[in-house]
């Protein structure tokens, strides 16, 4: 129920957590992850997730194959 | 750590705002040396007194503050909301310098202890800039939390941001309120079809934009900006990148346009583009423009509006002169553990002691122009120039990263570039190359003002037929310049010499190599 940010993309440039609704993403050692039990990949706030919107990465917010889908557990 | 008797050139970013009612861009005004001086950049020149007084201390906005103070910038602003061809955010080392980099990012409180360490070991720096390394608009907190804490702790720091414009519109009033005199809107293009060969997309009202529409969108936002700022007399600078095959063309609309808003001061930069960075105008091969295209658009947009030449493309994390770079001098493990002296009354001593040193360059080179008077011979050649800063001849030429290149005529001389040059002392390896580096570097030049020079350069030099000139060791350059080119004209009338147009020149691409 999530999406997931691939950290070999990553550059660390914050934008991501700024855009956030769901305060899921954090910071670590430079690379920053998401909470899957926090993302609702945006259903509810926007039409298209935030993260993957901004992130300047292509294909490094995406979704995370090793949680069900949001809208799935609605 | 040296407390300022190291100085070198330092890359400054000059804004200036318009005054509204003023419309003042012409070349009449009067000048410090009460000579007018249209487009030498070389003090005031025909900046309005009030103009003149936000900048002059400002090396990123006057050519001529640049060979004496020195700025910081501060990477408080990762997140960026527009995609750039040209950028690549992904890449970073230590050995690399251009914009869009950095090494380390900072908090606000972080960058406010590093401004006051900076400031307590180089009285010349006087300004603070916050330039990324992505948008600082798009980092609004971050950012004017940095300048709340700073305006606090060192009030005497002039405050500038550099912007891409998508989000200046809603932060004016903000900009305002906390002094900020000087904004650098970078603008690429005013054509949303161009604007789609360099933007990709854009990040607004919590949507990804593509193609013509995002850039249509950056557009207006970027003008509208513009239009805000110097409405409240804030001064502003446009950057534009010259893209040569996209917009080269087009910058001279870009110009108008943003003059006609008011827009004081146009830095145009040369592309970025080496293939290494992994950009997508890198990527795809593209080329940036060589050093007499470069001059020859910002030659042809001068008669609109005072251009700035002397722009480094510094790293949003840079420190010192423009044209050097101390920020390893000030990484955040160093500075946290420095003693902070913010001495007010020190920095004040000292650069007073500055504006002697400017007022002794300004008044050699205006006695030196009384003797060309009368003469017009309607020649121009060009002259590189080793300099460490303070407006002398005063650097050796292995020692050079890079070189000044100065027009001169009879008309005066007047800074137009500066062309970087990997050092050519490395190492004791590869001479041969590195003299190549050089002559490729300042091949549109006649002459090469050092302070000494060793043999072997010397000769390969004259093999190009660009003279070696070390008899101006630690003069005034621009003093030296007309003296030489008197001479010049001397040598040219008794038939020593015969004046020939010089080829192009290679503006250099790869990474900064420091030692």
């Given at each position: 129920?999530?999406?997931m ?6 550059t660390g ?21 998401i909470?899957?039990a ?17 992130c ?8 995370n ?8 557990a609605v | ?86 950028c ?18 900072l ?7 590093k ?15 916050i ?24 009030p ?22 906390l ?37 249509r969108?950056?557009?207006?936002r ?73 001059k020859?658009?910002?030659d ?12 480094r ?73 080793a ?83 070390d ?7 621009e ?37």
């Amino acid at each position: 129920m999530a999406y997931m940010i691939k950290e070999s993309n990553c550059t660390g440039c914050s934008a991501c957590q700024n855009e956030c609704p769901n305060n899921a993403i954090f910071e670590k050692n430079f690379a920053f992850f998401i909470d899957p039990a926090k993302c609702t990949e945006c259903i509810g706030f926007f039409d298209k997730p935030q993260c993957a919107e901004i992130c300047p990465m292509p294909k490094t917010c995406i979704i995370n194959p090793d949680v069900p889908r949001f809208a799935a557990a609605v | 750590m040296e407390f300022g008797t190291r100085k070198a050139v330092a890359e400054l970013y000059v804004m200036q705002p318009s005054v509204p009612g003023s419309g003042k861009m012409g070349c009449a005004s009067k000048s410090s040396s009460g000579k007018s001086s249209c487009g030498s950049a070389a003090g005031q020149g025909d900046l309005s007194s009030e103009i003149w007084e936000k900048v002059k201390n400002h090396p990123c906005y006057s050519e001529e503050a640049h060979h004496h103070y020195a700025r910081m910038h501060v990477a408080v602003a990762p997140a960026c909301n527009i995609q750039c061809n040209y950028c690549n955010r992904k890449y970073d080392c230590s050995n690399e310098s251009r914009p869009g980099v950095v090494s380390e990012r900072l908090t606000p409180e972080q960058a406010a202890k590093k401004v006051l360490a900076v400031a307590s070991n180089i009285p010349q720096m006087t300004v603070l800039g916050i330039a990324g390394p992505g948008d600082p608009l798009a980092n609004p907190g971050k950012t004017f939390k940095t300048f709340e804490l700073v305006t606090k702790a060192a009030p005497d720091i002039k405050l500038c941001l550099s912007t891409n414009g998508l989000m200046l519109p809603d932060y004016v009033d903000r900009i305002q309120a906390l002094n900020i005199d000087h904004v650098t809107i970078t603008i690429n293009m005013i054509d949303p079809e161009t604007g789609a060969k360099i933007y990709p997309w854009i990040y607004y009202n919590k949507k990804r934009y593509e193609g013509v529409e995002a850039a249509r969108i950056l557009s207006e936002r970027q003008l509208l900006g513009l239009e805000m700022l110097t409405a409240r007399g804030i001064l502003c600078k446009v950057n534009s990148v010259m893209i040569p095959g996209i917009n080269d063309h087009h910058l001279a609309d870009v110009n108008r346009a943003v003059k006609s808003r008011g827009a004081f001061l146009h830095n145009i930069m040369p592309l970025i583009s080496a293939p290494e960075h992994g950009t997508v105008f890198g990527l795809a091969g593209m080329r940036g423009p060589t050093a007499q295209e470069l001059k020859a658009l910002q030659d042809s947009c001068e008669g609109e509006m005072n251009m700035m030449r002397h722009c480094r493309q510094c790293r949003a994390d840079a420190v010192g002169l423009l044209g050097e770079d101390r920020s390893n001098e000030f990484t955040t493990e160093k500075v946290m553990e420095m003693e902070v002296n913010y001495d007010l009354q020190l920095r004040q001593a000292y650069q007073d002691d500055v504006e002697k040193r400017r007022t002794a360059v300004v008044a050699a080179r205006n006695e030196e122009l009384k003797t060309l008077v009368g003469r017009d011979s309607g020649i121009s050649i060009l002259i590189a120039v080793a300099t460490k800063g303070n407006g002398r001849i005063n650097q050796h030429f292995g020692h050079a990263k890079e070189f000044q290149v100065y027009e001169v005529s009879t008309a005066g001389a007047k800074f137009v570039g500066h062309r970087r040059v990997d050092n050519y002392c490395q190492g004791g390896f590869g001479e041969e190359e590195s003299l190549e580096t050089v002559l490729r570097a300042i091949n549109d030049c006649v002459a090469v003002f050092i302070s000494r020079i060793g043999n072997c350069p010397r000769e390969g030099l004259l093999r190009a037929g660009i003279e070696p000139v070390d008899r101006f060791a630690l003069e005034y350059i621009e003093q030296s310049a007309l003296a030489y080119f008197r001479e010049y004209l001397e040598r040219m009338q008794s038939g020593e010499i015969q004046h020939i147009q010089r080829g192009d020149a290679d503006i250099r691409q790869g990474a900064l190599v420091t030692i």
